[in-house]
């Protein structure tokens, strides 16, 4: 387990078990975070790219369906089954 501990010149020093210190500037932190949050950006732009394809490919299927004759909005009609808003079911415990 890595040990960590802050000096005067805001470096901190990571003692790592067997291995001996090593110093890590704040600037290098900095970095560090920096582009692991630019890593993670262009991850989620990507993710949301992906999602707006497969979004766009199921409309195109439902409205082939549509066009077959096929009424997929009547199967997802919830059931008349009323349940129980979540908050008396909380109460209730």
Known sequence: MAKTKKNSKNVKTVKKTGAGEVNISKEERIGFHKGALDCLIKEKAELVRLVTIVDQLIQLHLKSLKELG????????????????????????
């Not at 096929?70 to 415990?93: A, G, H, N, W, Y």
């Open 70 to 93: 096929v009424d997929l909005e009547q199967r997802s009609k919830p059931k008349t089954s009323k349940k129980p808003p979540i908050e008396e079911v909380l109460s209730s415990l």
